[in-house]
C-alpha cells in the first residue's frame, strides 16, 4: 500500500510534466468508451460479480454499463469526481437503492453464487451479510450495548444472554473500542465522540458477521486522531472481511485500499492496483483527477 508522501510526491511530480489537459476542447465525455475499464477491473475469485451494470433515477442514467469484479478478502477503493456515482454503484451491492422509488438497477450483480437483484432475495439477509457504514455515524438513541446486540438478536444469532455478551464484547473489540466502552455499555451511545460513535457503527456491522462492509465516506465527519483510528481498523479488518470504501481522499485510498477504481460520468474508467493508480494511472482522466486538474 502506499504512503501518504508517496502519493503527494507523485503527484507533485505529475502536474509539473506537460502532459494533454481536459479541456473544453477536449472534454472528458469524449476520453471515455462506454463499458471500457482500463487496467484490470476483474479477478480470479471474486466475492462480487457485476456485469453491465447500468442505475438510473427516473430517466436520467447514473451508472452506465460498469462491469467490475471485487475480490475476496480486497480493500477496494472508489474515488472520482463529485456526483460521477461512486455512492450510486456502491448502494448496488447491498440493494440500499431499493429505498429510492425512482431508481431502477439492470445488470448482473452476484454476491458469490447468488444473485443479490433476484426478487425472491431476503433483503435484511443479504443486508446482515453486506453491511454498511455511512459518512456520517447514525448510532440508534439506545445504550452503547443496545446498538451493538440489536442486530444479532434479530437475526436469532445468540440463544443466550451470555452468548449476546460474548457477540457485543467481541465486536467492540474488534472495533477498537472495547476499552473505551467496557465500563459504560449502558451509556447513552449518542454521547460518545463523533470517532467514538463511526467505531461503534463499525462495530454494529460487525457483530451480524459480515462478509463485506460498505463503507461510504467514513471518515468524511471525523478529525484526523478518528481517522487515524478507523483506517488502522480497516486494515485489520480487511483480514476477515471484504471492504468498498467510498472515499474524497486520495491519501485515504492510497494508505487502506488494494485497488482502486476511478470514476468518471457514471462510467468506470480505470481499475488498478493502488500504488499504480497514484504513480502510473493508464487512463489520462485518472491522471487529471489525481494530480488535481479537477475533481
Ligand atoms: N436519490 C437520488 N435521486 C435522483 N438522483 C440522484 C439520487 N442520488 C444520486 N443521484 C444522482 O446520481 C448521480 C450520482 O450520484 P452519487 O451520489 O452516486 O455520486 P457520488 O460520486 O457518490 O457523489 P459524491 O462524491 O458527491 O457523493 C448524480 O448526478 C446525482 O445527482
Redesign the pocket.
Known sequence: MNTLNTVNKEATTMADEPSVPVSEERPAETLIEEGKTVGKPFADDPKFKLRNVEVR??D?P?IKNISLDIARNEVIAFI?P????????LRCLNRMNDS?D??SVRGELKLDDDDIYDPRRDVVELRARVGMVFQKPNPFPKSIYENVAYGPRIHGLANRKSDLDDIVENSLRKAGLWNEAKDRLDATATGMSGGQQQRLCIARAIAVSPEVILMD?PCSALDPIATAKVEELIAEMSESYTIVI?T?SMQQAARVSHRTAY?HL?HLVEVNETNKVFTAPEHELTESYITGRFG
Open positions: 433515477y427516473g436520467t447514473a472520482g463529485s456526483g460521477c456515482g461512486k455512492s450510486t454503484f429510492i425512482i431508481c465516506e467510498v474524497h470514476f457514471g
